[in-house]
């Protein structure tokens, strides 16, 4: 609760609505309750602690102490990582630089900021330095030998790329296209480290490293040279947004990486509104095969549902209008793609296993991803055009 009133109450008197409303929805979030009340883990209180630093961002004042919570966040759990080059960024040029000059370097700053880190990630990584455990916790923080794709495909740029491959599979004898045979079952059969694909190109870790750093580096150039918080709220974003579409075996609760922090910006006026609907619809609907006995498919769909119409209706009556003109024009599309999730959560969740039992049981889980992937990348698109415009 601390975190979530505390944007309230350090928002501008004349945007309470709107933030009471965007802390409602993540209070509420059915991505936490599908996560951590029922697939069980801790994601709550993680993303209480990232809120919690986001908002102390929003004060030069308290500005020191967000990177000291980002750090020890950090340590609780690495997949905060992808969100690390924005903080960096904007501690860099909001605290550690005067914002009149970049030459005007604050030493004083530099020492506090450093030095606070330094015992932070001295605290939590020291005893393994010093039992010698250093290349055993690097290979568990960052398992490049796993795939490309987790086992349930996170709807990403690979998840479209899988699902083109697994189509090609089929068109490659019309085509004339090489098949790679000993691929052919490869990302489909659900096992950790084996991605294969048998039309398309591999993809190797360094591609993924790459683009997702490409990305990242065209929102943090105008954080550094515009370091506000809301231009800081929305590199956060888009550094989620590219290290999970573009990233090494990503899963697919990091999705909320992006919807958390985006919330904070959605009502800020129509367009950001627009971009952010597809994501709110796949980005839960994406989770649901985490919850795959019939006991809870009523649970999932009737909150999610429920959540969806509430804060997406409420939303829209509180958004205000744009000042500036619409430059992207899919989100024209929302309406449509959202009507198309009823039929496939029905689909997936009960049609399939009454039509085929236990046969094709990786069939509902690519419709699911490729999906959601496709409402993910039309997402990250829209916000990236009204973030640089």
């Known amino acids: ?11 501008p008197a004349s945007s309470k609505s709107t933030s ?19 697939h069980f883990q801790y994601n709550g209180f993680l993303y209480g602690i990232l809120l919690l630093s986001l908002v102390l961002a929003r004060k030069q004042s308290t500005l020191l102490y967000s990177g000291f919570l980002f750090a020890a966040l950090l340590c609780l759990k690495h997949i905060y990582l992808y969100l690390a080059p924005a903080y960096f960024v904007f501690l860099l040029r909001a605290y550690c630089i005067g914002l009149r000059s970049i030459f005007d370097i604050r030493l004083g ?22 039992w010698g455990q250093t290349q055993q916790l690097i290979g568990r923080l960052f398992p490049f030998s796993r795939g490309l794709c987790h086992a349930y495909w996170a709807p990403n740029v690979w998840a479209m790329y899988s699902f083109t491959d697994r189509v090609l599979i089929h068109a490659a004898p ?19 480290g084996d991605t294969a ?35 800081f709220v929305g590199a956060v974003t888009l550094c ?48 649901f095969p985490l919850l795959f006995t019939g006991a809870e498919f009523p649970i999932k769909t009737i909150y999610t549902v429920f959540w969806l119409v509430l804060f997406l209706l409420a939303f829209d009556h509180l958004a205000p209008a744009s000042s500036k003109p619409r430059v992207f024009l ?6 449509l793609y959202i009507a198309v999730s009823i039929p496939l959560i029905l689909y997936c969740s009960l049609v399939h296993q009454m039509l085929f039992g236990q046969k094709y049981e990786f069939l509902p889980l690519m419709f699911t991803s490729s999906y959601s992937a496709v409402g993910v990348v039309a997402s990250w698109v829209g916000f990236f055009v009204i973030y640089l415009s």
């Open 1 to 11: 609760m601390t975190p979530v009133n505390s944007f309230v109450q350090t928002s």
């Open 20 to 38: 009471h409303a965007a802390a409602l929805s993540i209070l509420l979030s059915p991505g936490l309750l599908i996560i951590d009340h029922i």
């Open 109 to 130: 700053n530099i020492f506090k900021l450093g030095a606070g880190i330094a015992v932070i990630f001295g605290t939590a990584f020291g005893p393994y330095i010093y």
């Open 174 to 192: 019309r085509l004339g296209l090489t098949l790679d045979s000993t691929a052919i079952n490869s990302v489909t059969r659900g096992l950790v």
């Open 197 to 231: 694909f048998a039309v398309l190109p591999g993809i190797t870790p360094r591609t993924t490293f790459l683009l997702t750093l490409l990305f990242q580096l065209l929102a943090l150039i105008k954080l550094f040279l515009r370091p506000t918080w809301e231009t």
């Open 240 to 287: 989620g947004y590219a290290s999970f579409l573009f990233g090494w075996h990503v899963h697919e609760k990091a999705i909320l990486l992006v919807i958390i922090p985006f919330s904070l910006l959605a009502l800020k006026d129509r367009r950001y509104l627009g971009a952010f609907r597809p994501l709110a619809v796949a980005g839960h609907v994406s989770l």
């Open 330 to 335: 899919l989100d024209r599309f929302s309406l």
